[in-house]
């Protein structure tokens, strides 16, 4: 089994830039289409079918739980007209029965409601959260040079969490509070017509009136998930670069530009704060004009002898049981419209499409020999901005190419097409023989390894790291790869051994002691395609001499890139691309090239009269030599 991607490491010289400066991180938010209602449904619908049955069951129980909390202000009429008004105590003990009785179920089914559809809720989110996770780790490169990781972070952790509402206490409190209406709407109905149709006149108004509110406050929630995820980017990307944050005095600065990202946060808050507040007012004044409809109504109504006390106090109780859902609307509605907002930008991610879904992607590589070619291939990162203008070459099983030239040229840029990162533009890469762009890049980056530059590590184990291109890798395999990319020489002396923490990014090592794990990982990963970009960078030249015989070991019988390699391997290599504005302007081997005197011929000459001082790679030191001979 090959090594998987162990992070891009693509220089920005030869990509897009990634916009993390001050005037990039001050725009925080892009305008973003007003979310449809109507087009939501059908995502909520996909999002609770597979608990229809659950809910099904808890609207019955739902049901009886509404109906049981309505038989306290039933009971209050003849408690009144028959206890109170006639003496006839005999029916006390069967109100008081029934209102415990009453009591006990609502109370048992609020219990029951409550562990069914919160732990669902609960559940849901983390299943949405799985697959949310699962669905951004398979999309392609070219998404993740988009997005911030922790823009990205965040849509998978916050932006899910309000979906509970559509399934746990949201709905709970919106279905039971629209049953209760209903419920307690048919028997103000059977008290009095005239009362009880006035008042639904007033309260249907005051239905509309909140749709178009919550329709105005649905795209303020939206924007605020998407300015929470964007100022967490931003946090993010400071805290993973403290040292470079401190080491130019950056505080202040990131200081400012993060409390810019919160202070458009609290203005979106204080602007839905007050939508809120004013949905609340309104709300209310509705209440106070519908209580004191009733008082006039309902007094005219017991002096003429058309309803009793007990009859109008009942009235009064089903009233406050009607219009109190109503009015608990707005913070119900606020969380629901968070929900859907959440849902919104959720449904939006797992639209984009996965690296393998292309219709075109049907071929699998179950093993390959490694022979890669480039057929006039062009590449753009954005329109109108060519990278590559008509690249071709062939790599052949078992040999060594090298890429050499400037920073930016564009030699990063052929080795993420080489990878499947991107795709070509136009022109076509193939690998023995099949087109790339139809291959199923699971089943090619099975058999990639790649070492690169700026190591990834994870926050684990150095044997989780190793173990990470081939998990299941036996005991001898490990210790094999560890010794021939001499692990084993810094491992085996801390206290810990192999079960030693790395600390997030590798931090606890040396940057020489984090390469060496990376080439160990491609090692055991056992790959027929090897990436090495910069792989000794980080190391002295005592390591260096030390572990290119298990750099030579690793590239034995297999295809291998190298990008600017140190002279020591460039020299060995099979053929020579020296890549210059994104074209190939010579290829050869050393000598061929050496003796051309062309611009490999600069390069290496340059490289070879700093390397004493400086042991640049070829094309790595232009700037600095211009400023020494000119000193």
Same mark, same amino acid.
């Given at each position: 089994?090959?090594?998987?991607?162990?992070?891009?490491?693509?220089?920005?010289?030869?990509?897009?830039?990634?916009?993390?400066?001050?005037?990039?991180?001050?725009?925080?938010?892009?305008?973003?289409?007003?979310?449809?209602?109507?087009?939501?449904?059908?995502?909520?619908?996909?999002?609770?079918?597979?608990?229809?049955?659950?809910?099904?069951?808890?609207?019955?129980?739902?049901?009886?739980?509404?109906?049981?909390?309505?038989?306290?202000?039933?009971?209050?009429?003849?408690?009144?007209?028959?206890?109170?008004?006639?003496?006839?105590?005999?029916?006390?003990?069967?109100?008081?029965?029934?209102?415990?009785?009453?009591?006990?179920?609502?109370?048992?089914?609020?219990?029951?409601?409550?562990?069914?559809?919160?732990?669902?809720?609960?559940?849901?989110?983390?299943?949405?959260?799985?697959?949310?996770?699962?669905?951004?780790?398979?999309?392609?490169?070219?998404?993740?040079?988009?997005?911030?990781?922790?823009?990205?972070?965040?849509?998978?952790?916050?932006?899910?969490?309000?979906?509970?509402?559509?399934?746990?206490?949201?709905?709970?409190?919106?279905?039971?509070?629209?049953?209760?209406?209903?419920?307690?709407?048919?028997?103000?109905?059977?008290?009095?017509?005239?009362?009880?149709?006035?008042?639904?006149?007033?309260?249907?108004?005051?239905?509309?009136?909140?749709?178009?509110?919550?329709?105005?406050?649905?795209?303020?929630?939206?924007?605020?998930?998407?300015?929470?995820?964007?100022?967490?980017?931003?946090?993010?990307?400071?805290?993973?670069?403290?040292?470079?944050?401190?080491?130019?005095?950056?505080?202040?600065?990131?200081?400012?530009?993060?409390?810019?990202?919160?202070?458009?946060?609290?203005?979106?808050?204080?602007?839905?704060?007050?939508?809120?507040?004013?949905?609340?007012?309104?709300?209310?004044?509705?209440?106070?004009?519908?209580?004191?409809?009733?008082?006039?109504?309902?007094?005219?109504?017991?002096?003429?002898?058309?309803?009793?006390?007990?009859?109008?106090?009942?009235?009064?109780?089903?009233?406050?049981?009607?219009?109190?859902?109503?009015?608990?609307?707005?913070?119900?509605?606020?969380?629901?419209?968070?929900?859907?907002?959440?849902?919104?930008?959720?449904?939006?991610?797992?639209?984009?499409?996965?690296?393998?879904?292309?219709?075109?992607?049907?071929?699998?590589?179950?093993?390959?020999?490694?022979?890669?070619?480039?057929?006039?291939?062009?590449?753009?990162?954005?329109?109108?901005?060519?990278?590559?203008?008509?690249?071709?070459?062939?790599?052949?099983?078992?040999?060594?190419?090298?890429?050499?030239?400037?920073?930016?040229?564009?030699?990063?840029?052929?080795?993420?097409?080489?990878?499947?990162? =991107?795709?070509?533009?136009?022109?076509?890469? +193939? @690998?023995?023989? !099949?087109? *790339? /762009?139809?291959? #199923?890049?699971?089943?090619?980056?099975?058999?990639?390894?790649?070492?690169?530059?700026?190591?990834?590590?994870?926050?684990?184990?150095?044997?989780?790291?190793?173990?990470?291109?081939?998990?299941?890798?036996?005991?001898?395999?490990?210790?094999?790869?560890?010794?021939?990319?001499?692990?084993?020489?810094?491992?085996?002396?801390?206290?810990?051994?192999?079960?030693?923490?790395?600390?997030?990014?590798?931090?606890?090592?040396?940057?020489?002691?984090?390469?060496?794990?990376?080439?160990?990982?491609?090692?055991?990963?056992?790959?027929?395609?090897?990436?090495?970009?910069?792989?000794?960078?980080?190391?002295?030249?005592?390591?260096?001499?030390?572990?290119?015989?298990?750099?030579? =070991?690793?590239?034995?019988?297999?295809?291998? +890139? @190298?990008?600017? !390699?140190? *002279? /020591?391997?460039? #020299?060995?290599?099979?053929?020579?691309?020296?890549?210059?504005?994104?074209?190939?302007?010579?290829?050869?081997?050393?000598?061929?090239?050496?003796?051309?005197?062309?611009?490999?011929?600069?390069?290496?000459?340059?490289?070879?009269?700093?390397?004493?001082?400086?042991?640049?790679?070829?094309?790595?030191?232009?700037?600095?030599?211009?400023?020494?001979?000119?000193?």
């Amino acid at each position: 089994m090959g090594s998987t991607n162990f992070g891009t490491g693509m220089r920005a010289a030869d990509g897009p830039s990634r916009g993390t400066g001050r005037a990039t991180a001050a725009k925080l938010t892009a305008s973003r289409p007003k979310p449809s209602l109507k087009k939501m449904l059908p995502e909520v619908w996909k999002l609770i079918k597979p608990y229809r049955m659950l809910l099904a069951g808890s609207f019955l129980i739902m049901i009886v739980n509404r109906a049981s909390g309505l038989i306290l202000p039933a009971s209050t009429k003849y408690l009144i007209d028959r206890v109170m008004g006639q003496h006839d105590i005999g029916v006390l003990p069967w109100i008081v029965g029934a209102v415990v009785t009453a009591t006990i179920v609502q109370g048992a089914t609020s219990f029951i409601l409550t562990q069914l559809l919160s732990k669902a809720g609960q559940r849901l989110i983390a299943e949405l959260r799985t697959k949310v996770q699962a669905h951004i780790g398979r999309l392609p490169v070219d998404f993740y040079d988009k997005n911030r990781t922790g823009t990205l972070v965040a849509r998978i952790m916050t932006d899910v969490e309000g979906v509970r509402n559509l399934m746990g206490t949201g709905v709970i409190d919106f279905c039971g509070g629209v049953l209760t209406a209903i419920f307690a709407f048919a028997y103000l109905i059977h008290l009095s017509v005239r009362m009880t149709l006035l008042t639904f006149v007033i309260l249907v108004i005051f239905g509309v009136i909140l749709q178009k509110a919550f329709s105005t406050i649905r795209p303020i929630f939206r924007e605020r998930a998407v300015i929470n995820a964007e100022v967490t980017g931003r946090l993010t990307e400071s805290l993973g670069g403290v040292r470079v944050v401190k080491g130019y005095h950056a505080e202040a600065s990131e200081a400012n530009v993060f409390a810019a990202g919160v202070n458009r946060l609290l203005a979106n808050v204080i602007s839905s704060i007050t939508a809120q507040s004013f949905m609340s007012l309104a709300s209310t004044g509705v209440l106070g004009f519908v209580g004191a409809l009733i008082m006039w109504l309902g007094a005219h109504q017991v002096v003429a002898g058309r309803l009793t006390t007990g009859g109008y106090v009942t009235y009064v109780m089903f009233l406050a049981f009607m219009i109190a859902p109503i009015a608990g609307l707005v913070n119900i509605g606020t969380q629901l419209t968070e929900a859907l907002a959440g849902l919104d930008r959720t449904t939006e991610i797992l639209n984009e499409q996965m690296e393998d879904s292309e219709p075109t992607r049907t071929e699998v590589l179950s093993t390959i020999d490694g022979d890669i070619r480039f057929e006039d291939v062009r590449f753009s990162y954005e329109e109108a901005k060519e990278v590559l203008h008509g690249v071709s070459f062939e790599s052949r099983p078992g040999t060594v190419t090298a890429l050499v030239g400037s920073s930016g040229s564009g030699k990063s840029t052929i080795i993420s097409l080489v990878c499947g990162f =991107h795709t070509a533009t136009s022109g076509k890469v +193939f @690998v023995d023989g !099949h087109d *790339l /762009s139809h291959v #199923r890049l699971s089943s090619f980056r099975e058999q990639l390894g790649v070492v690169l530059q700026e190591t990834f590590l994870f926050d684990g184990t150095i044997r989780e790291n190793v173990l990470f291109s081939r998990p299941l890798a036996t005991e001898e395999q490990l210790m094999a790869a560890c010794r021939i990319a001499r692990v084993d020489e810094f491992a085996e002396k801390f206290p810990e051994g192999y079960e030693t923490i790395v600390g997030e990014r590798g931090v606890k090592l040396s940057g020489g002691q984090r390469q060496r794990l990376s080439i160990a990982r491609a090692i055991l990963a056992d790959p027929r395609i090897l990436i090495l970009d910069e792989a000794t960078s980080s190391l002295d030249s005592e390591s260096e001499a030390m572990i290119q015989a298990g750099l030579q =070991h690793l590239m034995q019988g297999r295809t291998t +890139f @190298v990008i600017a !390699h140190r *002279l /020591s391997t460039i #020299r060995r290599a099979d053929q020579i691309l020296v890549v210059e504005g994104g074209l190939i302007v010579e290829r050869g081997t050393h000598d061929e090239l050496y003796a051309a005197k062309g611009r490999y011929y600069d390069l290496y000459t340059r490289q070879h009269g700093l390397e004493a001082n400086l042991f640049l790679a070829p094309g790595e030191g232009d700037s600095v030599l211009e400023t020494a001979t000119k000193a």
